[in-house]
């Protein structure tokens, strides 16, 4: 990799996949070329490349061969922003010319975690340690915020929310979406299907929603490594005709898919920001959010949905009620606070921040 002629922006990610981590990184390393020469790398590819962006995956079939990687390029870049926790031990052990940013978008605590990641949380935790020799600390929440300076010992800390393409996430006029509806309410969740997301909550909630509402369908998009245990837990309480995993979508297909959806549900036991909220707020959705972490901050700020406490499936079937009957007041708020989030204003957040570093 030869040194770029002028500021290089290294984007760098963990893994190339769905999830909004990528997405993220992806829109930063496109709306930052017009500044900066920009790159995105990561660690494995997942996923087949749908952007016109240039990726670089680093041969490292280990962690400690990521870090060695990692020392070899590092100081081919005047700024190295990295999203990838893991990254930082190999970052940040010595000096370097690149200035570092690294953005937390959250850790898994670990009463949340399976059985069998605990090792791999405790790992996060002794990673992000290392966030104390960044240049920059990027909070994407007031939650994760918090943590940075009151957990991890950042002194330089900002917070920078994750953006929302609200020119493509949008209340969509022509009603090709209609084609994806299913059930009335159609109930939307997005992200991974994984112990900490409240899958079991979801479902289990299911049974009490379909008394209240019996035409409602739960449509789960994306996938993890617990989908094929959710799946079996479906088919054993017979409601397969009531809830569809969808597995993961294209990106440009899920505006269809939001706006085809009533409601989105964002009930999961920890979240450090919760896209897929600001996704559906775009499109114009009410969300209901679980009171906890980055959660409740978008629901406190934007009116645009309900907030739930506990476990009680009735809890959900109220808030789904609630807001079934107060449909346009929630609409109307969810897209007015979207728009705060659009990436143009994110990216101007960001510049500011690698200018900042670079100065000194």
Same mark, same amino acid.
């Given at each position: 990799?030869?040194?770029?002629?002028?500021?290089?922006?290294?984007?760098?990610?963990?893994?190339?996949?769905?999830?909004?981590?990528?997405?993220?990184?992806?829109?930063?390393?496109?709306?930052?070329?017009?500044?900066?020469?920009?790159?995105?790398?990561?660690?494995?590819?997942?996923?087949?490349?749908?952007?016109?962006?240039?990726?670089?995956?680093?041969?490292?079939?280990?962690?400690?061969?990521?870090?060695?990687?990692?020392?070899?390029?590092?100081?081919?870049?005047?700024?190295?922003?990295?999203?990838?926790?893991?990254?930082?031990?190999?970052?940040?052990?010595?000096?370097?010319?690149?200035?570092?940013?690294?953005?937390?978008?959250?850790?898994?605590?670990?009463?949340?975690? #399976?059985?069998?990641?605990?090792?791999?949380?405790?790992?996060?935790?002794?990673? #992000?340690?290392?966030?104390?020799?960044?240049?920059?600390?990027?909070?994407?929440?007031?939650?994760?915020?918090?943590?940075?300076?009151?957990?991890?010992?950042?002194?330089?800390?900002?917070?920078?929310?994750?953006?929302?393409?609200?020119?493509?996430?949008?209340?969509?006029?022509?009603?090709?979406?209609?084609?994806?509806?299913?059930?009335?309410?159609?109930?939307?969740?997005?992200?991974?299907?994984?112990?900490?997301?409240?899958?079991?909550?979801?479902?289990?909630?299911?049974?009490?929603?379909?008394?209240?509402?019996?035409?409602?369908?739960?449509?789960?998009?994306?996938?993890?490594?617990?989908?094929?245990?959710?799946?079996?837990?479906?088919?054993?309480?017979?409601?397969?005709?009531?809830?569809?995993?969808?597995?993961?979508?294209?990106?440009?297909?899920?505006?269809?898919?939001?706006?085809?959806?009533?409601?989105?549900?964002?009930?999961?036991?920890?979240?450090?920001?919760?896209?897929?909220?600001?996704?559906?707020? =775009?499109?114009?959705?009410?969300?209901? =959010?679980?009171?906890?972490? =980055?959660?409740?901050?978008?629901?406190?700020?934007?009116?645009?949905?309900?907030?739930?406490?506990?476990?009680?499936?009735?809890?959900?079937?109220?808030?789904?009620?609630?807001?079934?009957?107060?449909?346009?007041?929630?609409?109307?708020?969810?897209?007015?606070?979207?728009?705060?989030?659009?990436?143009?204003?994110?990216?101007?957040?960001?510049?500011?921040?690698?200018?900042?570093?670079?100065?000194?």
């Amino acid at each position: 990799m030869v040194k770029m002629s002028k500021t290089s922006v290294c984007q760098l990610i963990g893994c190339y996949d769905y999830a909004g981590i990528t997405q993220v990184a992806v829109q930063l390393s496109i709306k930052l070329r017009e500044k900066f020469n920009t790159i995105l790398i990561t660690r494995k590819i997942a996923r087949r490349t749908e952007e016109n962006i240039k990726i670089v995956k680093l041969d490292a079939r280990t962690t400690l061969e990521y870090w060695k990687a990692l020392d070899r390029i590092a100081d081919q870049f005047d700024v190295i922003h990295t999203h990838d926790v893991y990254s930082l031990p190999g970052l940040l052990r010595k000096k370097r010319t690149a200035k570092i940013v690294y953005t937390d978008h959250g850790i898994v605590p670990l009463r949340y975690s #399976r059985i069998n990641s605990f090792h791999g949380t405790i790992f996060a935790h002794f990673c #992000r340690s290392f966030a104390r020799r960044a240049d920059v600390c990027i909070g994407v929440s007031d939650y994760i915020v918090d943590e940075l300076k009151n957990r991890v010992g950042c002194l330089n800390v900002l917070k920078i929310p994750n953006g929302v393409d609200t020119e493509k996430f949008k209340p969509i006029k022509d009603k090709e979406y209609l084609k994806l509806k299913l059930g009335n309410p159609m109930l939307l969740k997005v992200g991974l299907i994984e112990k900490h997301r409240a899958i079991d909550y979801h479902i289990y909630s299911m049974p009490f929603i379909l008394k209240k509402f019996p035409k409602a369908h739960l449509v789960f998009i994306g996938t993890g490594r617990d989908i094929n245990y959710y799946k079996t837990l479906v088919r054993d309480m017979r409601l397969d005709s009531f809830i569809h995993f969808l597995g993961w979508i294209p990106n440009q297909m899920l505006p269809l898919y939001y706006n085809a959806a009533d409601i989105i549900l964002q009930v999961d036991y920890c979240h450090g920001f919760g896209l897929p909220i600001l996704e559906g707020m =775009a499109c114009g959705k009410p969300v209901i =959010a679980r009171d906890a972490y =980055a959660m409740r901050e978008h629901i406190q700020k934007s009116g645009a949905g309900v907030l739930i406490q506990g476990k009680d499936p009735h809890e959900l079937v109220m808030a789904v009620k609630h807001i079934l009957d107060n449909y346009d007041f929630y609409t109307q708020k969810a897209r007015e606070y979207a728009k705060h989030f659009d990436w143009e204003r994110i990216v101007a957040q960001y510049i500011k921040a690698y200018k900042k570093v670079l100065n000194g």
